[in-house]
């Protein structure tokens, strides 16, 4: 991991851009990730990010315990975000990804965060699914409109595949 630079006001950041980050000598994060990074204003690693991306884009399993606004967030999405640019394109009602908060304001807040990462693969649908609403409205824009990225809560992400049997998870890791 890089040391952090003294001339850098935010502590919490490496020398290590995003940019920057590789496995075996090729880049890990594609040009339409970096420049949704970039157009968010984010352009050097945290600890947690520079220690963990490199891992997790390579299928690894990575545990992390980090303070508030330590970077986890971005740590898991860029990876999760990256493996699913490589993958074939999902079918509509085929599910490639669940993230799983324990709170429906926790889980809003990672949704609102990937959204723009996210829009860089053209062929996924993220959907949030949280406690609140009724269970039909959600079942029903999933079989409108289709979902490969669950971001949700236990109690509803739970209900959502009691109900939706249309949607395919076969091919989730």
């Given at each position: 991991m890089a040391a952090v630079e003294d001339n850098n006001p935010n502590k919490a950041l490496t020398t290590t851009r995003f940019s920057e980050?590789?496995?075996?000598?090729?880049?890990?994060?594609?040009?339409p990730?970096?420049?949704?990074?970039?157009?968010?204003?984010?352009?050097?690693?945290?600890?947690?990010?520079?220690?963990t991306i490199p891992w997790l884009c390579t299928h690894k399993d990575v545990a992390v315990d980090a303070a508030t606004?330590?970077?986890?967030?971005?740590?898991?999405?860029?990876?999760?975000?990256?493996?699913?640019?490589?993958?074939?394109?999902?079918?509509?009602?085929?599910?490639?990804?669940?993230?799983?908060?324990?709170?429906?304001?926790?889980?809003?807040?990672?949704?609102?965060?990937?959204?723009?990462?996210?829009?860089?693969?053209s062929n996924v649908r993220p959907m949030l699914l949280v406690g609140g609403a009724e269970v039909k409205a959600d079942t029903t824009k999933i079989e409108e409109e289709g979902a490969n990225l669950l971001i949700g809560t236990p109690?509803?992400?739970?209900?959502?595949?009691?109900?939706?049997?249309?949607?395919?998870?076969?091919?989730l890791e």
């Open positions: 980050l590789e496995f075996e000598l090729e880049p890990l994060l594609s040009q990730l970096l420049q949704a990074i970039s157009a968010a204003g984010f352009e050097f690693c945290t600890p947690v990010q520079a220690a606004g330590s970077g986890k967030t971005l740590a898991f999405l860029l990876p999760l975000v990256e493996i699913l640019r490589r993958a074939a394109p999902p079918k509509p009602h085929q599910v490639v990804g669940v993230v799983i908060s324990p709170t429906r304001e926790l889980a809003l807040q990672i949704f609102k965060v990937a959204e723009p990462f996210i829009a860089t693969l109690g509803r992400l739970s209900d959502i595949m009691e109900h939706m049997k249309m949607l395919d998870f076969r091919n």
